[in-house]
């Protein structure tokens, strides 16, 4: 067919994780434009398992940018080059016929690489567990609009909420920080009347769980916002510090 | 561990050190600079030694001077031991990285930046600073006619460590005020006659420009300050008085020195 490109991949392959791993060039011949990142590589796989070469494992599941599934590490940016969409949502027409990629998977000590592409980040689901959710008991279900909340602080609530997990953040840190995820998840909690009960104790134990993964120190570099597929901005990355520090300096732990 | 200690040994308490430490120089780098306006008097330097001598003696000004040497080395060694943990936090690096897509430069070579003003720190305190405090400096003597203050008369006295102190007083026969102080004036002009110093000396205050124009903000950052209504302010201040106007006024004392004294 007319327009389709002809392509060069780098790709990272790595049999586990004690395997040191290394580049691997494939070619990616008659690719359409129409195609998402992901079909293209899986149109290359179909192609290896042709000639019973092992296929190029990434993580995917949802493919249309909701899930956070998707990673991969594009030509030197976390979801390639365009902004605020994941691997998946990333068209073949954002690169050009000859082009040659290189794919690399995210890269910190605290997301080890399964194989190839796909890496561990189960370091995320850790620091959740640590503090990311409210305890309710159980009962009658409440009445819907309960609690007042301004719209204002709702909306912020929500797009704290749109975070997906996906690690973008780390991967495009200089510093492999996980600054913006983890302030996203406190946020979400810490802006609505139902989070405030644990509001103290949830900072402190998902910044020491974040700590305890080996994520580095935020520098305010601000990669983390611009390469973040839903758009989390830095103010997350603040508000846990003020509420951190809140904590730490300023809060009763014990009673005196 | 106390819950400080905790605090200041996590990632955001280090940063919380560094933002401190750095947002006090930055205040220091307002003093600093606004003192050091006296060099571009044209009065054999009395200004500046009386002022030298006042910022070495007056003792809440000691206390702060200590502060601020405390400011540096945790500054530094804070620095050290973040960037350790960073790039232990990814120890196997990217082979196409591009950085500039999604940050500023200043901000991707913090480090590096600080290393050129650490060592410019160095060179600087121990030509001014050490000098000023153990190096047998001249002294220089003026004397101020109290008719008519335009008519000043200036006496060098070489090194005298016994006999010579700084003075201040008015001789009432001679009709004059005397100010007798350590010529640290003289210091800077003979350093700054140097071009290679005065190539340093301009080389340092654009990697202060530099490390400002993401220091200033971050630092504010770092202590969780961050508001639609006052963020437009700090960047505004971090980008015109901290990384261009500070750094461009502290190299025209050199150059200014070099080409016009």
Redesign the interface.
């Known amino acids: 067919m007319s327009g389709n490109m002809n392509l060069t991949l ?1 790709v990272w392959r790595q049999k586990n994780a004690a395997d040191k791993g290394g ?1 691997v060039t494939y070619k990616a011949d008659d690719v359409s434009p129409d195609m998402s990142f992901l079909e293209m590589l899986d149109i290359v796989n179909e192609r290896l398992v042709k000639k019973t070469e092992d296929p190029i494992h990434f993580d995917h599941d949802c493919r249309e940018g909701i899930c956070g599934a998707c990673s991969l ?1 594009i ?3 976390p979801h390639g ?1 365009k902004q605020a969409i994941t691997t998946c949502q990333l068209h073949m027409r954002s690169f050009s016929d000859g082009e040659t990629i ?1 794919i ?1 998977p995210w ?4 997301f080890p690489v399964i194989k190839d592409l796909a890496v561990d980040r189960t370091a995320f689901d850790r620091i959740q567990e640590a503090g990311g959710f409210i305890s309710v008991n159980t009962g009658g279900v409440p009445d819907a609009n309960e609690i007042p909340i301004p719209k204002v602080v709702a909306d912020e609530a929500f797009n704290s909420a749109t975070c997906i997990q996906c690690g973008a953040c780390v991967a ?1 840190c ?4 996980a600054a913006l995820f983890v302030s996203a998840k406190i946020s979400q909690l810490a802006l609505l009347p139902q989070g405030q009960t644990e509001r103290y104790r949830r900072v402190q134990a998902m ?2 769980q ?2 305890a993964e ?10 983390c916002e ?2 973040c597929p839903k758009g989390i901005s ?2 997350n ?6 509420d ?2 809140n904590a ?2 300023f809060k009763e ?1 014990e009673i005196h | 561990m106390s819950s400080f200690t905790k605090a200041f040994s996590s990632t955001l308490g280090k940063k919380l050190i560094m933002s401190l430490t750095g947002l006090f120089l930055c205040l220091f780098l307002i003093v600093h600079l606004l003192g050091n306006l006296q060099l571009f008097k044209h009065d054999d330097g009395m200004a500046f030694n009386v002022y030298s001598h006042f910022m070495t003696h007056f003792p809440p000004i000691k206390i702060v001077s200590y502060l601020l040497y405390l400011s540096i080395v945790f500054h530094a060694v804070y620095a050290l031991i973040i960037t350790i943990r960073n790039s232990k936090a990814r120890k196997v690096g990217y082979a196409v990285y591009k950085g500039s897509a999604n940050s500023t430069w200043s901000s991707r070579n913090m480090g590096i930046l600080g290393t050129i003003l650490l060592i410019f720190i160095v060179v600087h305190m121990s030509n001014f600073w050490a000098e000023y405090h153990w190096g047998g400096l001249p002294f220089i003597k003026y004397e101020t006619s109290l008719n008519n203050p335009e008519e000043v008369k200036v006496t060098k006295l070489p090194y005298n460590g016994n006999e010579l102190v700084y003075s201040q007083y008015v001789d009432t026969q001679a009709g004059t005020e005397v100010v007798v102080a350590k010529d640290l004036n003289i210091i800077v002009m003979d350093l700054f006659k140097i071009w290679w110093y005065v190539v340093l000396y301009v080389i340092a205050m654009i990697a202060m420009g530099f490390h400002l124009y993401h220091g200033f903000q971050s630092g504010f950052q770092t202590l969780g300050f961050d508001h639609k209504k006052y963020k437009p302010v700090i960047d505004f201040l971090g980008l015109w008085v901290f990384s261009i106007i500070i750094p461009a006024v502290f190299a025209a004392m050199p150059l200014y020195v070099f080409f016009f004294k």
């Open positions: 780098k580049f590490y030509n030197g940016r080059p290189t690399e890269r910190a000590e605290a495009a200089k510093n492999a920080s910044v020491a974040m700590d080996g994520f580095g120190s935020c520098t305010n570099t601000g990669a611009v390469e830095l103010t990355i603040n508000r846990m510090r003020r951190y520090f730490k300096f732990e």
